[in-house]
């Protein structure tokens, strides 16, 4: 059974950084991709970031472009999110997602198989 499970969300201040890491197992495996999202009280969850796992191409949301980073550690099946110069708007939710094939796109949240169950981000003004 797949699981994902993230870790390092926190309170931080404006223009401050966090530094998120997702963890998947249960699989023999590579997947085919692995993503970020995020989800703000009353709206809906929303495309963040995206790493393919053959080549490490990434993927951003235009909104984090410069912002944020993904990475990727093989081995390990583990994908971290860098976060910089925070804003409050960046509070949420983030989800960590998981895929075995690709379907097309990288950010929507429908094509992803596996997600974890979140960790919370406040940026404080």
């Known amino acids: 059974q797949v699981q994902v499970v993230e870790s390092g969300g926190g309170l931080v201040q404006a223009g401050g950084s966090l530094r998120l890491s997702c963890a998947a197992s249960?699989?023999?495996?590579?997947?085919?991709?692995m993503g970020w999202f995020r989800q703000a009280p009353g709206k809906e969850r929303k495309f963040v970031a995206a790493?393919?796992?053959?080549?490490?191409?990434?993927y951003y949301a235009d909104s984090m472009k410069g912002r944020f980073t993904i990475s990727r550690d093989n081995p390990k099946n583990t994908v971290f999110l860098q976060m910089n110069s925070l804003k409050p708007e960046d509070t949420a939710v983030y989800y960590c997602?998981?895929?075995?094939?690709?379907?097309?796109?990288?950010?929507?949240?429908?094509?992803?198989?596996?997600w974890g169950q979140g960790t919370q981000v406040t940026v404080s003004s």
């Open positions: 249960g699989r023999s495996f590579s997947y085919d991709a």
């Open positions: 790493i393919r796992w053959s080549d490490g191409n990434t």
């Open positions: 997602a998981a895929r075995t094939r690709f379907r097309g796109t990288y950010y929507g949240v429908y094509e992803y198989d596996y």
